[in-house]
């Protein structure tokens, strides 16, 4: 891969979806994923196999696999808490699962009703029947910069996390601004502490767009050699047990800056529009 070149890993059809109040039809949100498809995206985070208790938007997750257009061009990742999603994630032929943890314990916690050492734990059969079923493994760690229950985060929390997540065997961890309270400076400080122990190639970007930081945190992050960002279509996103948490950066805001500032993406901006303009006639009023 030539060094210009960056990675957008779409979350929108996860991230985003999870997050709506309203209950949005499989079938409408098969239609966005395969308008996504023809973009030149090679990843899409398209669902989660989480307990539908805890997040009902997603209880669909097996029909929307089932229904979805294939293409041989893109992964298409799910997010598996736990054996039983990793299993669905197996009969869904999903390409890639996620296992996501916290830098935080308070989100931890509220998000996935165990403490990160847990968390850790209950990872480590899924991460090995996922990686023997010969799925791409990636990993998250939420709360890089600050927590809606416990406040400011010190980056060496998120280096053991991550470092523990890439152990398990995750070819990447994506590094969440899970309320987009990050800032370029403590994006900078993160980074200045992460990259002496962590290749940046093994990173992702995952910033949510609260304040408005969320371009500039990117291009703090390609300085520091990071090439891969999660965005969203139509900047959807949010979690539902992150109080405050507002839209992943938009993935038509994203491409545009990059390319302008010459970096390469491989994605159309045309047919980007053709599936943000699908999603805005939803009429969609997010939490
Ligand atoms: P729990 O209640 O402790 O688990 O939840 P449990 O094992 O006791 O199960 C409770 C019920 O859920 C049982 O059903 C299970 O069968 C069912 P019952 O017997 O009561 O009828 N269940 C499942 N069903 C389907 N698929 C599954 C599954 N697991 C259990 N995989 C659990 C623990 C982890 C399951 C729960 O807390 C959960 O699902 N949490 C997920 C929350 C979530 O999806 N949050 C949003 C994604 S994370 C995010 O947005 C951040 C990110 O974007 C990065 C960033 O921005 O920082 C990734
Ligand atoms: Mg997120």
């Known amino acids: 891969m030539e060094d210009k070149h960056v990675t957008i890993y779409e ?3 996860r991230d985003g979806l999870q997050n709506e109040n309203a209950i949005i039809p499989t079938v409408d949100k098969v239609a966005l994923i395969d308008c996504l498809s023809k973009t030149g995206l090679t990843k899409i985070e398209a669902t989660s196999f989480v307990s539908p208790k805890w997040v009902p938007q997603m209880s669909d997750a097996l029909e929307v696999m089932d229904a979805i257009q294939k293409s041989p061009s893109v992964d298409y990742a799910v997010l ?45 059969p ?6 023997e079923a010969g799925l791409k493994l990636r990993g998250y760690v939420s709360c890089i910069v600050e927590c809606p229950y416990d406040g400011a985060i010190e980056p060496q929390a998120v280096i053991e996390v991550a470092s523990k997540l890439l152990e398990l065997g995750c070819y990447e961890v994506s590094l969440g601004d899970t309320i987009g309270k990050a800032s ?26 609260t304040n408005g930081d969320a371009i500039d945190n990117v291009d703090v992050a390609l300085q520091y050699g990071l090439r891969t960002f999660d965005s969203a279509i139509g900047g959807l996103g949010g979690c539902p047990y992150a109080p405050g948490a507002k839209g992943n950066v938009s993935t038509i805001q994203l491409v545009e800056h990059l ?27 997010e939490k």
């Open 11 to 13: 979350v929108g059809p």
């Open 80 to 124: 598996t808490p736990n054996l039983k999603g990793l299993e669905s994630a197996l009969k869904a032929k999903a390409d890639e699962v996620a296992i996501f943890a916290s830098a935080s314990e308070g989100f931890s916690q509220k998000n996935i009703n165990c403490s990160i050492g847990e968390s850790l734990v209950r990872f480590k």
């Open 126 to 131: 899924v991460t090995k029947m996922a990686l």
């Open 184 to 209: 370029p400076q403590s994006i900078a400080h993160l980074l200045d502490v992460i990259i002496p122990n962590i290749e940046a190639i093994k990173l992702a970007g995952h910033f949510h767009d």
């Open 259 to 285: 390319h302008n500032a010459d970096w390469k993406t491989g994605l159309d901006l045309n047919a980007l529009h053709d599936a943000q303009n699908l999603l805005q006639s939803w009429k969609l009023s």
